[in-house]
């Protein structure tokens, strides 16, 4: 089913729901019935209302969506991993990627449709901006996932496209539904991770809303020469204030912060830029996850192996509580900004003077 303008289910709230129902001359039982249906069974159409007569579903169906996602392409990684390129009533795509362990399943989403930061590694950055994503469009990114795990999933890691920062008035309210227990899917704020390129005013005022939300701050360089290499100006901030806004958060959520690193050879992975990044982590009480590139689009590479083992080792001397990331769906293109820059590549051309930097 095409993705559509109209107002999705999910964001009735009772009156107006119990509102069409009446209008409708359906017994109020139906609320429950579809509230169950789109809020703890996970539906994404109609039809999965299985004790719901046919002529209410398509009554439904004339006046809302039953998810503002339509997933266009899907693909399936031998490991589990699942990554959706889902189209949006306007036409324009976003991704999502349902990561799959043992012990927990993970859902990554997407906040913008493409990013205005543009990262000179990074594949969504490429895509230059078009435009934020909706509350609705966020929250049914988890409802996708958790609709083909088959039951909610465990955390939401706010990685994929986009600066969230950046869409905060979208984001947060998107964050307290998938966190609320009454009206929500009573997912754990302790297993929500927001990640940012930096934007120190946006972190505050995430801060301010005082939930334990985990934050993981996309520094990727031990100083602000090596950083300028990798982060365009207009979008990039001092490192100490982007760490002074770290602390505010950590201050008022009690959580710790996590740097997350993209090693790049030859750019940020040497035993120096180890050793500074260890004292940044200290300083800020940080743990460390190391990202090795990975180099679809760019003339960079990721160090070696044993290099990166290397960087992790330095990290540990120094008692920072270090990882280095596994990729999972690799064979699906489950980073970053993939899919859709697979799709769109001919349109989006990279900035002149992220180009220039990679030279
Ligand atoms: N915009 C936010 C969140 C999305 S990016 C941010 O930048 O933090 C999620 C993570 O993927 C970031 O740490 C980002 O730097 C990393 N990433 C982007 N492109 C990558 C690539 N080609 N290889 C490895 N990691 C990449
Ligand atoms: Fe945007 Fe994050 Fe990619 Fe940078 S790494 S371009 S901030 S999505």
Redesign the pocket.
């Known amino acids: 089913m095409p993705a559509t303008n109209k107002k999705s289910i999910r964001e009735l709230d009772e009156r107006e729901l119990s509102e069409w129902l009446k209008a409708h001359n359906q017994p109020q039982f139906r609320f429950q019935q579809i509230h169950d249906w789109f809020f703890s069974k996970l539906a994404v159409t109609f039809d999965d209302m299985a004790n719901v007569p046919k002529s209410l579903r398509e009554e439904l169906a004339q006046d809302f969506a039953p998810s503002s996602l339509n997933p266009a392409t899907t693909l399936h990684a031998e490991d589990g991993t699942v990554k959706w390129a889902s189209e949006l009533f306007d036409g324009t795509k976003v991704e999502t990627v349902l990561i799959r362990a043992p012990e927990r399943s993970t859902v990554c989403i997407s906040t913008q449709v493409g990013?205005p930061?543009r990262?000179a590694?990074?594949?969504?950055g490429r895509l230059g901006f078009v435009r934020n994503l909706k509350t609705i469009e966020i929250i049914d990114q988890v409802i996708l996932a958790s609709h083909e795990l088959g039951k909610r999933v465990d955390n939401v890691v706010?990685?994929?496209t986009?600066?969230?920062m950046f869409n905060l008035d979208n984001l947060i309210p998107a964050l307290n539904f998938l966190c609320s227990a009454e009206n929500g899917l009573s997912i754990s704020a302790r297993n929500i991770t927001v990640?940012?390129?930096g934007i120190p005013n946006g972190i505050r005022r995430l801060a301010d809303q005082k939930r334990p939300w985990n934050l993981?701050l996309?520094l990727?360089a031990p100083n602000d020469r090596i950083r300028a290499q990798l982060i365009p100006e207009k979008n990039r901030h001092p490192i100490r204030q982007i760490l002074e806004a770290c602390a505010a958060y950590n201050e008022a959520t009690g959580r710790m912060i996590t740097f997350?690193y993209?090693l790049i050879d030859g750019i940020n992975s040497s035993e120096t830029n180890a050793r500074d990044l260890a004292k940044l982590a200290r300083l800020t009480h940080a743990k460390v996850n190391l990202?090795p590139?990975?180099?679809?689009s760019t003339t960079w590479k990721a160090p070696a192996k044993e290099q990166c083992h290397k960087f992790l080792d330095t990290l540990t001397s120094y008692g920072i509580q270090a990882t280095i990331r596994l990729r999972k769906g690799d064979k699906i293109k489950a980073?970053?900004?993939q899919l859709v820059a697979r799709k769109g590549e001919e349109k989006h051309q990279p900035e002149a003077d992220t180009k220039k930097k990679q030279e």
């Not at 590139?293 to 679809?296: D, G, I, P």
Request: hydrophobic content about 30%; some cysteine; glycine content about 10%.
């Open positions: 990013c930061v990262c590694f990074c594949e969504s706010v990685m994929g986009g600066e969230p990640s940012t390129s993981a996309s990727h997350e993209v990202i590139l990975n180099s679809s980073a970053c900004g």
